[in-house]
């Protein structure tokens, strides 16, 4: 039977050193192996190819999305980027129009010009999803919830919608972390972090994976993280590796933190809109109480007048929230979508989905709740 959730944080991939008994991994901060003889070696020969750190690091990622894989790499996008290497020219990509800036720019200024073609359309929409679904259709990328309008996406009914296709169902599960969803039993194929954010949870580590089942696609995109190098290092797996110790109760904080602030905003005469998945209001509020198990720390919101100005104010008026990019971290964070994370998005592309000049985001961290909600009600009295 397959532990708990918390249980399989604590213990994914922990294997005491057979050497000191040492309890943690070792940080093996090392680029090659002695070899015994000619091929003789214990299964780590370069550390582009493998190093015990990430291996563990790779095991216990793949433990806590219920894969049989994982791999990771330096950045979130460096994940992406290898994933997309095991398409050709001509090979076609359906995600959303509501998608993390960084990915986007890897899509359409990277990916576009080695002859990949993307398709941007909502992906609660089916027909939007098979009338370009095609014969080269090879990924479907879904991001929910989404960066940063907490668009929520039915895993199962994409995955239903395109099987008998001969595609790859990926889900950046960035924004939820296996504690919270986990796609791969919603039919998906593949499961891509930034484990620069939750999954490492303390803003010091820049880092991403992917997790999955199939041999097949393991053996290929392996091929591709040593070929391509764009690995994660020792010391940063090391970090990540202790990060998910606690991410089981680092997201259950979030969670309430989120309700605890989404209440506030809600009953604020100066906020206009509130986009969290855990409101009824929320368009996508049926799918994330069926698909996730809480509804997280994220909100995005505007304030009445939805301007840049006001929202300028705002986030310089705040004092324990910090004004920065990221999120997923114990400390909370307030930023500026339109000018920060998706500053690489046109404006009429970003304001199509609702990331107007206006839109605040928050990344609530593990503080109390309370005095989360007397910095922003003393930035509202400022404004
Ligand atoms: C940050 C982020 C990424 C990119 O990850 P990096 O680690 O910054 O390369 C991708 N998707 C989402 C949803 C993110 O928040």
Same mark, same amino acid.
């Given at each position: 039977m397959q532990k708990g959730k918390g249980t399989r944080a604590v213990h994914a991939g922990v294997e005491h050193c #057979?050497?000191?008994?040492?309890i943690m991994t070792p940080i093996?901060?090392?680029?090659t192996y002695v070899q015994d003889g000619v091929g003789n070696h214990k299964g780590y020969e370069y550390s582009r190819t493998l190093n015990p750190t990430r291996h563990a690091l790779e095991k216990a990622l793949a433990e806590l999305e219920g894969a049989k894989y994982g791999l990771a790499f330096g950045s979130g996008l460096a994940a992406m980027d290898n994933l997309m290497k095991i398409l050709k020219p001509g090979d076609e990509v359906i995600s959303t129009n509501d998608l993390y800036g960084g990915s986007y720019r890897l899509f359409t200024t990277v990916f576009q010009n080695y002859g990949i073609v993307f398709h941007f359309v909502d992906l609660s929409d089916m027909d939007a999803i098979k009338s370009v679904l095609n014969e080269n259709t090879k990924i479907v990328w879904i991001e929910t919830?989404?960066? #940063?309008?907490m668009q929520i996406t039915d895993i199962k009914v994409v995955a239903e919608t395109v099987s008998g296709n001969d595609v790859i169902v990926c889900v950046d599960n960035t924004f939820a972390t296996p504690m919270l969803q986990q796609p791969l039993s919603e039919g998906a194929d593949l499961v891509m972090h930034s484990a620069t954010k939750y999954l490492g949870g303390h803003s010091d580590v820049v880092m991403g994976c992917l997790m999955l089942n199939d041999d097949e696609l393991d053996s290929k995109l392996r091929t591709l993280q040593n070929s391509c190098g764009g690995v994660a290092g020792p010391m940063d797996s090391f970090l990540v590796l202790r990060g998910i110790k606690t991410l089981h109760l680092r997201m259950q904080r979030h969670c309430e933190n989120g309700r605890s602030v989404v209440d506030f905003l809600n009953s604020h005469p100066m906020v206009e809109k509130v986009y969290w998945p855990g409101l009824p209001s929320h368009p996508g509020h049926d799918v994330a109480s069926r698909q996730m198990s809480g509804f997280g720390g994220m909100i995005s919101f505007t304030i009445k007048g939805d301007n840049l100005a006001t929202a300028n104010k705002f986030v310089e008026s705040v004092s324990l929230f910090t004004l920065a990019e990221s999120l997923g971290g114990v400390e909370s964070l307030i930023g500026h979508p339109a000018t920060m994370t998706h500053a690489a998005i046109p404006k009429d592309v970003r304001e199509k989905v609702g990331v107007t000049d206006g839109l605040i985001r928050l990344s609530l961290g593990v503080e109390d709740a309370e005095d989360l909600i007397a910095d922003l009600s003393k930035a509202f009295d400022l404004i």
């Amino acid at each position: 039977m397959q532990k708990g959730k918390g249980t399989r944080a604590v213990h994914a991939g922990v294997e005491h050193c #057979p050497a000191t008994g040492a309890i943690m991994t070792p940080i093996y901060q090392t680029s090659t192996y002695v070899q015994d003889g000619v091929g003789n070696h214990k299964g780590y020969e370069y550390s582009r190819t493998l190093n015990p750190t990430r291996h563990a690091l790779e095991k216990a990622l793949a433990e806590l999305e219920g894969a049989k894989y994982g791999l990771a790499f330096g950045s979130g996008l460096a994940a992406m980027d290898n994933l997309m290497k095991i398409l050709k020219p001509g090979d076609e990509v359906i995600s959303t129009n509501d998608l993390y800036g960084g990915s986007y720019r890897l899509f359409t200024t990277v990916f576009q010009n080695y002859g990949i073609v993307f398709h941007f359309v909502d992906l609660s929409d089916m027909d939007a999803i098979k009338s370009v679904l095609n014969e080269n259709t090879k990924i479907v990328w879904i991001e929910t919830p989404t960066n #940063p309008m907490m668009q929520i996406t039915d895993i199962k009914v994409v995955a239903e919608t395109v099987s008998g296709n001969d595609v790859i169902v990926c889900v950046d599960n960035t924004f939820a972390t296996p504690m919270l969803q986990q796609p791969l039993s919603e039919g998906a194929d593949l499961v891509m972090h930034s484990a620069t954010k939750y999954l490492g949870g303390h803003s010091d580590v820049v880092m991403g994976c992917l997790m999955l089942n199939d041999d097949e696609l393991d053996s290929k995109l392996r091929t591709l993280q040593n070929s391509c190098g764009g690995v994660a290092g020792p010391m940063d797996s090391f970090l990540v590796l202790r990060g998910i110790k606690t991410l089981h109760l680092r997201m259950q904080r979030h969670c309430e933190n989120g309700r605890s602030v989404v209440d506030f905003l809600n009953s604020h005469p100066m906020v206009e809109k509130v986009y969290w998945p855990g409101l009824p209001s929320h368009p996508g509020h049926d799918v994330a109480s069926r698909q996730m198990s809480g509804f997280g720390g994220m909100i995005s919101f505007t304030i009445k007048g939805d301007n840049l100005a006001t929202a300028n104010k705002f986030v310089e008026s705040v004092s324990l929230f910090t004004l920065a990019e990221s999120l997923g971290g114990v400390e909370s964070l307030i930023g500026h979508p339109a000018t920060m994370t998706h500053a690489a998005i046109p404006k009429d592309v970003r304001e199509k989905v609702g990331v107007t000049d206006g839109l605040i985001r928050l990344s609530l961290g593990v503080e109390d709740a309370e005095d989360l909600i007397a910095d922003l009600s003393k930035a509202f009295d400022l404004i």
